[in-house]
Structure formats: structure tokens, C-alpha cells
């Protein structure tokens, strides 16, 4: 699903860009410079470039997947009388058990979904539109967008760490030319004030975003105050993880792969054609 918005475009321009600036200077002005003659160079290597490729899986992931569309019904429905009713012009909900009528979308949509104004559809269990992944996060693609924010915080992490120990191993064999110092020393202040920047900020999202997958409500609930009531006991942290990033083991939820979802999009056709 790719939405034609200029900001998210321009937004994952510069995630890829920063990405790549990272890796190349973590490789050329940091392992070929400090660790040339040392076994921790490949590593490191091998280890960064994991990081980053497992990055970018879950961020194309977060990108190109359905975040939770509601399916259109195969017939159009009537709303009119609801398109004239005197309510204000900001609802555009009407309550049917436990049901919703979308009057942009013209449809009826589950419980918990709601309309995105950027991807002009409905959203199962939207938490909001991402301009860094120029998509909704929703129910299909929550797991995915959670791992890019992890990747984005190790990758950060790894950076200034490798930056800090190339700064106190003393090389030998590096190279004294002024030039190269001041280059090396210029990459590696911006690398590390690009780590930091891109580090707090995803930080700050991850806390926001287990908060609410712990509490149980997305973000558009939070925002509008909306409290679900439970006739039986809370779930537990790692049933309301598992609703995110799948039944598999906790170990596999880090992996880009393939997240079953916990409904059929075929379902929620056949109930929305059975309304009309």
C-alpha cells in the first residue's frame, strides 16, 4: 500500500539516507581506519550491516503492507440520512452495535477501526498515520513499525559505541595524515549527533507505543479519551504483545517476517454486504 504523500515520501528519503550516511561511515571512517588489522573489524561489519538490513526489511515491511483496510462493500449502501442529520460535521461515526458507519468511507467498520483522512480509507485498530513509513499503523503492520523503532534504537546505539571505542583503541597503523583526521573527526561528530537525534526520538515512540499496547488501546483511542470496559480480567503484557506481534515465540517477534492476522478481511466483507 503506498499513499501519495509528499512528507512521508520526503520522510523515508531521509530515513534511507541517514541509514546509508551511518553505514558508511561506521565502515570507512571507523572499522577501515581503527580495526583494519583486527578481527573486530569484520565482525563489526557483519554485525552493523545485519542491523541495518533487518532495519530496512521492517521498514519496507511497515511500508508496503495492508495496515488494516476495511474492505468496501460490493454493493454501494444509502447514507444518505445520515450525510443530513444535524450533527456536527465532525462525526462522522454512527454507533450500530458496537458496529460504526464511516459516512467518508460510506461503509460500515469494525469496532476499534477508524478513518484515516491522509489514506482516505478505514483502519482496523489504527494508532495513527506514520509519515515515516508513509503509512498507517494499524492492525496488519503494528509489529512491523515496532521493529523498525527497535532497529532504529540499536543501530543508533551501535553507531556511537563503535565511535566511542574507535576513539580509546589506539591504532598504530592508522593513518597520521591532518586531512584524514579532520575528516574522520567531522564524520564521526555528525554520526554521532545523528545517533543521538534519531535515538531519543525513537525512544520516546517506543515508550508511547508499549504504554498503549500495554494498556490496550491505540493511539487515536488515546487522544480521544476512549476507555474499554472488560466483563472478564485485563489480559496479560505478553497476550497484548502477542496481539501485536503474533502467537509465534517472544524470540521470532524481532524477525520481519510474515504476521498472521487475527481476522478475515473476507469476514468483514461478507458482514459489511450483509448490512446492505
Known sequence: ????????????????????????????????????????????????????????????????????????????????????????????CDERDDWTVCTRCETYRPPRAHHCRICKRCIRRMDHHCPWINNCVGERNHKYFIQFLVYVGVLALYAIVLVALSWAYDCQECSNDIAVKHSRILHCVMLVLESALFGLFVIAILVDQFQAILGDETGVERVQAVHHHYTKPAPRALTLLSQVCGKGHPVLWLLPCHNPPRYSFRRDAHLIDHQV
Do not use: E
Open 1 to 92: 500500500m503506498f499513499v501519495r504523500d509528499p512528507c512521508g515520501i520526503v520522510c523515508i528519503i531521509v530515513t534511507y539516507i541517514a541509514v546509508f550516511y551511518a553505514d558508511y561511515v561506521v565502515i570507512r571512517w571507523i572499522i577501515l581506519n581503527t580495526m583494519q588489522d583486527s578481527l573486530w573489524g569484520p565482525f563489526h561489519v557483519v554485525a552493523f550491516n545485519t542491523v541495518v538490513l533487518l532495519l530496512m526489511m521492517a521498514h519496507l515491511k511497515a511500508v508496503c503492507s495492508d495496515p488494516g483496510v476495511v474492505p468496501l462493500p460490493q454493493t454501494r449502501m444509502d447514507f444518505s440520512d445520515i450525510h443530513t442529520s444535524s450533527s456536527s460535521p465532525a462525526d462522522d
